[in-house]
């Protein structure tokens, strides 16, 4: 049964509140759509770049039903195309935000990519957290689908299909918890903490970055991205149950869409009846 077949209105509800609950933070987001190019934030003080010309050479933009993919929920995605990233490709993504977790580097945070493989490689890497791709990409999708590092890789994603990919780090208990479509499909911990392997760059470093869907020895593979989201905190598995499996609109509604929430007055009547 597809369970993506619908955005109700609980499930708006769930992702407004969650959006609410982010305003609410001291936590900094950033999301891109990848619905033209340029890179434009939809939300957040991140940028992204091409990480070299040949990036920009290899990337295509059209939408769900023009690359004859199947369709999400929320109408037909706009998608950037990619190939297997070599290693001297990639994106290039600047958080814009600060150190966390009592290190010098950024070291609790939440990672959430909607995407599409046409087949499942040997191995695809998600990003490498060394801004010059100098070393092995830092989490990765296994040829059974599953997601992880370090040996330790859980769930099954499909190929051909559109998933919701998350991630937490938490770097000050060495924790990792993995996501797919929403569900935790597992929680590992890795062999370093604060400011070790898994930390980024803040904005505080000259290179302030890290590097997307790329790994140093093309450890990776060719897909179709619909959105990405960052945030520097650890997401509990409750908000990313509530932001749900991939949807064309991306991960967190863009402010138009909860403009339109808000003037249908919606949200406080559902509110009020889901807490009843
Ligand atoms: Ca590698
Ligand atoms: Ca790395
Ligand atoms: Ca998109």
């Known amino acids: 049964m597809n369970t993506h077949t619908t955005l109700g209105w609980s499930t708006r509800v ?27 934030p939809t939300l957040g003080p991140g940028s992204i770049e091409f990480y070299s010309a040949t990036t920009a050479a290899d990337v295509e933009y059209g939408t769900a039903s023009s690359f004859g ?92 299909t559109w998933h919701r990919i998350a ?34 760059y803040s904005v505080d470093d000259p290179g302030n970055g890290l590097l997307l869907l790329t790994d140093n020895d093309g450890e990776t593979g060719a897909g179709y991205i619909n959105s990405f989201y960052f945030v520097d905190r650890v997401m509990t598995g409750d908000e990313i149950g509530a932001l749900g499996g991939p949807n064309a609109v991306g991960i967190v509604p863009e402010p138009s869409t909860w403009a339109l929430l808000l003037a249908g007055g919606m949200f406080m009547g559902l509110w009020r009846r889901r807490r009843e």
């Open 167 to 200: 991630a937490s780090f938490d770097l000050t208990t060495s924790t990792l918890s993995k996501y797919i479509d929403g569900q935790l499909v597992g929680s590992q911990t890795l062999s370093s903490g604060v400011d070790g392997r898994w930390s980024l």
């Open 14 to 40: 769930a992702r407004f509140g969650f959006v609410l609950f982010v305003a609410g933070q001291t936590a900094w987001s950033a999301q891109f759509d990848f619905n033209a190019p340029g890179f434009v």
């Open 69 to 160: 993919l199947p369709a999400m929920p929320g109408g037909d995605a706009a998608v950037m195309k990619f190939p297997a990233f070599a290693g001297n490709q990639g994106l290039l993504f600047k958080t814009g935000v600060g150190p966390n977790g009592g290190g010098a580097y950024i070291n609790q945070y939440t990672m959430v990519w909607d995407l599409l493989l046409p087949s499942i490689p040997e191995w695809f890497s998600f990003y490498n957290s060394d801004d010059v791709n100098g070393n092995d990409g830092d989490m990765f999708m296994n040829s059974a689908g599953g997601i992880g590092i370090s040996s330790v890789y859980d769930g099954a994603a499909s190929a051909n």
